[in-house]
């Protein structure tokens, strides 16, 4: 099995972070990455090709002076600007000057918030014990004037789910175009109405949009439950079950068969950048010192493909024949199994698809002409 090289990744900054988020997956330690070791991880996806880092953390922008400023402009000299960068943060820290460098350097962002104030400073709270939503509504205009197609990431839990729905038109009203949204797979959820209530009220308000010729804030995972609904009743025609790409691991993020990958703070790089935290072995395929183990690589990935994913009630799902087996990361760290997916992970998966169902039916049965342009796309 031939592998491509790693030229992507994830850079583990710090595991050091400004917010205490109930659901944060870091163990947070006062851990940090050094500038020469970020330049050795550069020097190391550079040597393998077309080059990309994520900075990531913890909150990376913690970091800002040490190692992104410098290796920024490091990459740049070096390799120019074919080197892609990006960051995925928590936004507290960001300012225009910042923002302005970022820009300028070409560094993306991937930005984290939940909502309103009452769901943000539940879910995200300042480890100061300042507001984080107060230190964000100042910094949210700044960030669409400089990232205007940043997406809203927000996570629920089940003490804001009955907020999901106003959260999502927090993001709409503040000017962002697109959401996505997760539950917390690493809580007990013991009711679910809620959720699937607020994600009705989501979809009525689509409906009212388009009927009214608008598009509303874009809610990525829904959009793709629209594409499942022609691949589910393709694989139905052809009495095929989970053989799409999306249900092997290297059609998922790769778990370190592609090109994709996470360097941690000494520089060992692992399959996935959830588990820096959680590296028991498991998930570790090399070192940007030692080289990466193309054996490890293959080991974790067929792992993964020799048994199909499980989760609450496969045999009455609806997307049984499509699975795609949700994240591995997930499935491992709470169930100690690739293969076992969270309850809460099935559920929602069939709230987003029966609601991408309803939605088909009620603007397809109008003949709604601009949710038929939209599902055009879809179709080809």
């Not at 013991?190 to 209530?197: A, Y």
């Not at 080289?291 to 049984?320: I, M, N, Q, T």
């Not at 069939?350 to 601009?370: K, P």
């Amino acid at each position: 099995m031939e592998l491509p090289k790693i030229t992507s990744a994830f850079l583990n900054l710090t595991n050091s972070c400004n917010l205490t988020c109930r659901y944060c997956f870091v163990e947070q330690k006062p851990e940090f990455m050094t500038l020469q070791t970020a330049k050795d991880a550069a020097d190391f996806l550079a040597g393998n090709g077309q080059a990309s880092i994520n900075f990531f953390g913890g909150e990376p922008m913690l970091m800002w002076d040490e190692i992104i400023v410098p290796l920024t402009l490091y990459v740049h000299e070096k390799y120019g600007d074919g080197f892609q960068l990006s960051m995925t943060s928590n936004g507290t820290l960001l300012d225009r000057e910042r923002a302005e460098f970022m820009r300028g350097n070409g560094i993306g962002l991937l930005f984290s918030m939940d909502g309103g104030r009452a769901t943000q400073e539940h879910n995200r709270p300042m480890r100061s014990g300042a507001s984080s939503f107060d230190a964000l509504e100042e910094k949210i205009p700044v960030i669409l004037e400089y990232f205007p197609g940043v997406m809203f990431r927000s996570t629920v839990t089940e003490d804001t789910a009955q907020s999901l729905y106003h959260d999502i038109l927090y993001a709409e009203e503040k000017g962002f175009k697109e959401f996505f949204t997760m539950p917390n797979c690493f809580e007990p959820w013991t009711d679910t109405s809620t959720l699937r209530e607020q994600l009705r009220r989501y979809s009525e308000h689509y409906i009212d949009f388009m009927r009214r010729e608008r598009d509303p804030i874009y809610f990525s995972q829904l959009e793709k439950y629209f594409r499942k609904i022609l691949l589910r009743n393709t694989a139905i025609q052809r009495e095929e079950r989970r053989v799409s790409a999306s249900c092997a691991a290297c059609g998922k993020c790769g778990l370190g068969a592609g090109k994709y990958a996470g360097i941690n703070i000494n520089g060992d790089i692992v399959a996935c950048q959830e588990l820096f935290s959680h590296c028991d072995g498991f998930s570790a395929i090399g070192s940007i010192y030692t080289g990466v183990r193309d054996d490890l690589r293959v080991k974790l990935a067929s792992e993964y493909d020799s048994a199909p994913a499980v989760g609450d009630d496969c045999a009455s799902c609806p997307l049984d024949r499509i699975c795609d087996g949700g994240c591995v990361a997930n499935n491992y760290l709470l169930n100690g199994d690739v293969h076992k997916v969270p309850g809460i992970y099935c559920e929602w998966s069939r709230m987003l698809f029966g609601e991408a169902v309803y939605i088909m039916e009620t603007l397809g049965g109008e003949e709604n002409e601009r949710f038929k342009a939209r599902w055009a796309g879809y179709v080809r």
